[in-house]
């Protein structure tokens, strides 16, 4: 490390890109109690989160267009159109990012992404491929909050949870970093990253 400054380790979905799956389907389903019951139903979060725990994209809309028949066409929809949930980065969010790569620190993230998703914003937003490390849930077959994927970043990168700051929007995804040992930033708008990072210690 550049410094004894804290490590700071990222989430990525709302923390440095704008992630929300409801955009997919302004033109598909207009109405918005319709458009409740559909995200409540049919693409269930305990659905997605199954792509990041490393189910194919493939096989999870296959598994959900058998359920339900009727809705294939918005299921489908979730997939092929799945970057309209990723409208921009969050800018603030980026810029500490690569303050921080320019001061020499290093950085982390810990993400519950697709396989194939990630791969496509490795592309998409290539400032994703700056990190020192990142520890991809479907890659892992884990996922945030669990555990074990916080204690694959530290023994895989060689870092003490206690020299770390995780940056999560999640609430339990916070709390998980911290029964590891991390200090946490609870990631809710409007914040002022930078400064609560300066309060943890860390040279920015």
Sequence with gaps: MASNSPTVVFDVGNVLL????????GSLIPEPERLDWFMQNI???DW????????SWEEGVALLVKQHPEWEREIRAFDERWHDSVPHTIADSVAVLEDLKGQGEKVYAITNFSREK???CLVRFPFLQSFDGVVVSAHERLLKPERAIYEVLLDRYGLKAGDCIFVDDSEKNVVGARNIG????HFVEPIDL???LRGLGVRL
Excluded at 48 to 55: A, H, P, S, V
């Design 18 to 25: 704008r992630w929300d799956a409801r955009l997919i389907y």
């Design 182 to 185: 991390m200090r946490a930033v």
């Design 118 to 120: 990630w791969a496509e």
């Design 194 to 196: 930078r400064a609560e």
């Design 48 to 55: 997605n989160l199954e792509q990041d725990r490393g189910r």
């Design 43 to 45: 693409c269930t979060g």
